[in-house]
């Protein structure tokens, strides 16, 4: 199992962050292609799939506790390459605003394990603009 993690601080308070992380982490999985404000909290144990160039995404929303964390479990389908991929967004409280720390552990199976560079370019590079779509979702929402 391979792992990456990532962090970013937000100068807000916890439940906005919360709110703006689900509205991000459901763009391009249940809540469609589009960022939505407002995007109503994944069920536990809800499955989406979403296609993306040649890339098939599928995954189920392993748990969702509010204001907190969310985890994800996806498989990654670019033939004839699978990875397995979990991620796991966790809030923590500081003093300024909120920290969410990102989690992603990945295995690859078939071509994907002669790829491995790739998919850890990918899987961060997904990482980071998710991250940075969050910064931007909590700016937007301080601006509003």
């Known amino acids: ?42 069920h536990v144990g809800s499955h989406y799939e979403q296609q993306r160039g040649k890339v098939l995404r599928r995954g189920k929303v392993l748990a969702c506790l509010r204001p907190v964390s969310i985890t994800l479990q996806e498989t990654l389908l670019d033939p004839p390459c699978c990875v397995k991929l979990r991620l796991h967004w966790r809030l923590e409280p500081k003093d300024e605003g909120a920290c969410v720390l990102l989690d992603a ?10 790829r491995r560079r790739h998919w850890h370019e990918r899987i961060h590079g997904h990482c980071a603009r998710m991250l940075g779509l969050l910064e931007a979702r909590v700016v937007q929402g301080q601006e509003t």
Request: contains cysteine; hydrophobic residues 45%; proline residues 2%.
């Open 1 to 42: 199992m391979l792992k990456q993690r990532h962090e970013k601080q937000l100068g807000c308070a916890l439940t906005e962050a919360f709110a703006a992380l689900v509205d991000v982490a459901a763009k391009g999985r249940w809540g469609g292609s589009a960022l939505v404000c407002g995007t109503t909290l994944p």
């Open 105 to 114: 552990r990945y295995s690859l199976n078939g071509a994907a394990a002669f």
